[in-house]
Nanobody
Framework: QLQLVESGGELVQPGGSLRLSCAASGFNLDDYTIGWFRQVPGKEREGISCTSTKSGMTYYADSVEGRFTISRDNAENRVYLQMNSLKPEDTAVYYC???????????????????WGQGTQVTVSS
């Protein structure tokens, strides 16, 4: 059974860094597109990054380009989101997602991913 579990979210000051982790089980990371999304109350879930080994694609939303980095550790079956220069507007619940397909357009949509983790809260505040 495919499972995704996020961790690493916490309270951090503006300008700080966090690394989110997504532990994957039940599937091979190389066979799936992995995405990171975030959501704030009252707003739609936003696709901010995704990566696919099969296509060689890595995507970042303009809002995080240059500050966030997605990576994977196939030996540990984990995907990471390194977040630097954090801003208060980065405050959200962050989700990882997986799907064997490639997104047909960018930014990726919620409908592009069949499997989701439970989310981890990131709060950027002084």
């Amino acid at each position: 059974q495919l499972q995704l579990v996020e961790s690493g979210g916490e309270l951090v000051q503006p300008g700080g860094s966090l690394r989110l982790s997504c532990a994957a089980s039940g599937f091979n990371l190389d066979d799936y597109t992995i995405g990171w999304f975030r959501q704030v109350p009252g707003k739609e879930r936003e696709g901010i990054s995704c990566t696919s080994t099969k296509s060689g694609m890595t995507y970042y939303a303009d809002s995080v380009e240059g500050r966030f980095t997605i990576s994977r550790d196939n030996a540990e079956n984990r995907v990471y989101l390194q977040m630097n220069s954090l801003k208060p507007e980065d405050t959200a619940v962050y989700y990882c997602a997986a799907d064997p397909r490639f997104p047909q357009r960018y930014p990726p949509r919620v409908a592009d991913f069949a499997s989701w983790g439970q989310g981890t809260q990131v709060t950027v505040s002084s």
